[in-house]
């Protein structure tokens, strides 16, 4: 009997883990260029027949990447990341410690921007991409994509990717390619 069971739990198991809705961000750290375009990337899955609400926030970096994006970082950033490895003193700080703000929200085909983002550029393309038409400088930090549904609660609601926006000199200067640039 537990040969028949088992395997309709299983299967009971994954389909319920499977309808949950799930939000996934493919790229978690990108490099771009100031001034040029940019889709940060968010996918998500729902059992819902209901519209989602699509939403993505900025939080600002905790301290300066900077330095560290052209292989210089502090020493005590370094000496504390080193006793905790978990922690990262660029992205983990409280929400009070930092600039948070939303940056646009898409309900149905309506895309509402941020107070700090009207007349930019930004709109939210294939259900859950961010696009944004010039970057500036102050765009570097942590972008959340975060769906909600009214009849799907289970799940991952939210994920993150963090953008650090570069001029095309620094770029020349420090690093003759993106993808030498050092992440901890």
């Known amino acids: 009997m537990d040969r028949v069971v088992l ?6 198991w994954l389909t319920a883990m499977a309808e949950g809705l799930q939000v996934t961000v493919p790229d978690k750290k990108k490099v771009a260029l100031l001034f040029q375009p940019t ?7 729902t059992s819902s027949q209901q519209p989602a609400v ?3 926030k900025f939080k600002s970096y905790c301290q300066d990447r900077m330095g560290e994006s052209l292989g210089v970082s ?3 950033a370094q000496s504390l990341s080193k006793r905790n490895l978990e922690w990262d003193p660029y992205l983990d700080c409280l929400d009070s410690r930092r600039t948070v703000r939303v940056v646009a929200s898409k309900q149905g085909s309506a895309v509402t921007l941020g107070d700090f983002y009207r007349g930019r550029e930004i ?3 294939h ?4 696009q944004i038409g010039k970057l500036m400088w102050g765009d570097s930090g942590l972008y959340y994509c975060i769906v909600t549904t009214p009849d ?4 991952k609601n939210e994920d ?3 953008l650090l926006v570069l001029d095309s000199i620094t770029l020349q200067v420090s690093r003759p390619h993106v993808k030498d640039f050092k992440w901890s």
Do not use: K, N
């Not at 395997?7 to 009971?12: E, G, R, S, T, V």
């Not at 889709?39 to 899955?45: A, D, K, M, P, W």
């Not at 259900?127 to 961010?130: F, I, N, V």
């Not at 799907?152 to 799940?155: A, F, K, Q, S, T």
């Open 7 to 12: 395997p309709w739990i299983a299967l009971f």
């Open 39 to 45: 889709v940060l990337r968010c996918h998500f899955s």
């Open 54 to 56: 699509v939403q993505w």
């Open 74 to 76: 502090s020493p005590r």
């Open 123 to 125: 709109t939210i393309v």
């Open 127 to 130: 259900d859950a991409d961010l």
């Open 152 to 155: 799907d609660l289970e799940g």
């Open 160 to 162: 993150s990717v963090e």
